[in-house]
């Protein structure tokens, strides 16, 4: 059982570029989640999604677009890549709001 | 604003109990806590969770005092592999606000 997989595990980006980062549970969660954690700030909470074809914003997501064609799947997009987006992003899924979530192993991001 | 207070550090010998605190006065009746704990930059992995009631899994127990402003997480026979940063959270949905959590380091 997969869980929760993050592609690809590391970038390295120049300013700029674009890129879409993936996330896919196979656990049949309705909720997705993307957030970043930057050294000494924890995890802040990018963008949600509440089911398939839903997407709502979280604390910071300014730079940055979802979306949730598949229930399976969670695409986080950087239109035009900055310094300050350099980051560790996790993807989570869970079942309901109320439970647990379930992390990915993360997305090293760094842009130049 | 942070919702939970944790100690930054904590020691444990190997193969004894871990007693891990937390403060949360200001916890509204309908929010849940929940611990996760997180190894060497991997991703948060949850332990466990509760509203009023203590909770046992195959990982930990959690205690929650009976006016819920604070709560303890055990670790029963902590191992090495359980040195990790441990976060204690009041959820409100959609937000997980992780804090800075109690890093705890597990000796041989």
């Known amino acids: 059982n997969a869980g929760v997989t993050q592609t690809p595990k590391f970038r390295v980006l120049k300013t700029g570029q674009s890129m879409t980062l993936l996330c896919a549970q196979d656990m049949n969660h309705e909720y997705m989640y993307w957030y970043r954690q930057d050294p000494g700030m924890g995890l802040r909470l990018i963008h949600y999604s509440v089911g398939e074809g839903t997407t709502a914003k979280g604390e910071v997501p300014d730079g940055y677009n979802v979306s949730r064609l598949k229930k399976q799947n969670f695409l986080l997009g950087l239109e035009s890549a900055a310094p300050s987006q350099t980051s560790v992003y996790f993807c989570a899924s869970s079942y309901a709001s109320n439970q647990p979530q379930h992390f990915g192993d993360g997305t090293r991001l760094s842009i130049l | 604003d942070a919702k939970t207070t944790q100690p930054p550090s904590m020691d444990c010998a190997e193969g004894r109990a871990a007693n891990l605190p937390c403060n949360h006065s200001?916890?509204?009746?309908?929010?849940?806590v929940y611990w996760y704990r997180q190894i060497h930059s991997q991703g948060p992995q949850y332990i466990i969770h509760g509203l009023k009631n203590n909770e046992t899994n195959e990982m930990a127990s959690l205690i929650i005092t009976e006016d819920r402003k604070s709560s303890t997480l055990i670790l029963p026979h902590a191992t090495l592999r359980d040195t990790a940063v441990y976060y204690c959270i009041v959820r409100v949905f959609p937000l997980l606000t992780f804090g800075k959590g109690t890093l705890l380091t597990v000796n041989p």
């Open positions: 200001t916890i509204s009746g309908n929010e849940y």
